[in-house]
């Protein structure tokens, strides 16, 4: 580089370089709830709980034995071998990536793409029509009934209309906290030629029966998505999976990157499964908390809230600025009140006992000068 281009460089700065970035990202801003350092943190639906002890020591004894100068198992065959015995299913049948984030993208890669569709349903993860955009895909929606229930008849009304090559259905649905009826996810199959995606990320929250595993026998484009993030308390690790068809893996090894998941977390994910026992003993906790705090909020008369089978729940009142509220005091939920179909709608992930009363106690001061009433859902 000449020394007068250098300095010109320097004065200016790159930005005069950019590079237009491609048109559906335009004005678009990086998805991801706020990371603030406050107090009470119950925004992410992670547990409160750190992982067992014994954990980190047992990954920290086995990772000293592996090669890291040389790429980890691409496959994944151990990681995959664990997951499947778990599941009762085959090792063709269990695929794992970074996060069930990485999951879904995948499965938008392989089967998404210019000129065809996803549906999703609406509440649902906010993620699914970012991932869309990111997959060029066509993402269309259905909305949830007035119970925020998607039925067998709303189901196949949605497929008839749309003819999607993919669909994503959160189960216990988030924000909603419910799971979805398996006759639903029997209509969105059997009405459409889709890859049916049930994303049961808080499924290990929920009575073990609302699993719609058991219907991998029966539905043959049915793809069932889990995550470490959640009841497995591993957040931090960015492990998820995909338990489905062989030849959904098959595809979806089209689209990986080379080596896409380290060694490092391939060894943790199995310790994890190992001690799957220690790992998912705070459930009961979890969701006696869940009841507790969900009973407060339904006793006060100005808050509506919602049943949940996951570890959060989602609450209406008709405080417009309750979220920035329960914030100057300390407590970060997640605020929905601006989303279709969420007018005035907060999320907050049940913590620790301590947590979720300082949460109780933050609703209380927020709400004491505003006894408004509960407004009415406005689309
Ligand atoms: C419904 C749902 N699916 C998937 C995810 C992504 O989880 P992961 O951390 O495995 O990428 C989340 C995270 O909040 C979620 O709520």
């Not at 229930?149 to 959160?170: C, I, K, N, Q, S």
């Not at 906290?177 to 990320?201: F, K």
């Not at 957040?235 to 098959?250: D, I, K, M, Q, S």
């Amino acid at each position: 580089m000449t020394a007068p281009r250098r300095r010109e460089l320097e004065r200016t700065g790159t930005e005069g370089a950019r590079v237009p970035v491609r048109d559906a990202l335009l004005g678009v801003s990086p998805y991801g709830a706020p990371q603030l350092d406050v107090p009470v943190r119950l925004n992410t639906n992670e547990t409160a709980q750190p992982p067992p002890p014994g954990f980190l020591e047992e990954v920290g004894h086995r990772i000293r034995s592996l090669e890291l100068n040389r790429y980890p198992d691409r496959p994944h065959h151990a990681l995959r071998d664990a997951l499947a015995a778990r599941a009762g299913l085959t090792r063709e049948q269990v695929w794992a990536a970074n996060g069930s984030n990485e999951v879904l993208i995948q499965l938008l890669q392989a089967y998404g793409g210019p000129g065809r569709r996803a549906l999703y349903v609406r509440p649902g993860y906010s993620m699914y029509p970012e991932l869309c955009r990111t997959a060029v895909t066509e993402a269309v929606e259905v909305d949830l009934d007035e119970g925020f229930r998607l039925g067998p008849e709303l189901a196949a009304a949605a497929v008839a209309e749309h003819d999607p090559h993919l669909v994503f259905v959160p189960s216990p649905n988030n924000p909603v906290g419910t799971p979805v009826e398996h006759d639903a996810i029997r209509a969105l199959h059997d009405d459409s030629r889709a890859l049916v995606v049930v994303d049961e990320a808080y499924i290990d929250f929920a009575d073990p029966t609302a699993s719609v595993l058991p219907l991998l026998g029966e539905l043959p484009r049915l793809a069932v998505a889990r995550t470490f993030s959640k009841a497995f308390r591993l957040a931090g690790l960015r492990l998820g999976y995909l338990l489905t068809h062989a030849w959904v893996v098959e595809d979806v090894q089209k689209v990986r990157l080379p080596y896409h998941l380290d060694a490092i977390k391939q060894v943790a994910g199995l310790v994890a499964l190992e001690q799957e026992a220690a790992f998912l003993d705070h459930r009961a906790a979890t969701a006696s908390e869940r009841e507790r705090v969900r009973a407060v909020l339904r006793d006060r008369g100005d808050v509506e809230v919602f049943d949940s089978a996951a570890n959060f729940l989602l609450f209406r009142t008709g405080v417009e600025d309750l979220f920035d509220r329960l914030l100057d005091l300390g407590v970060l939920v997640r605020d929905f009140s601006d989303k279709p179909r969420l007018a005035g709608c907060l999320r907050v992930t049940i913590g620790t006992p301590q947590e979720n009363d300082a949460f109780l106690a933050a609703l209380d001061a927020a709400l004491a000068d505003a006894s408004l009433p509960v407004p009415r859902e406005s689309s």
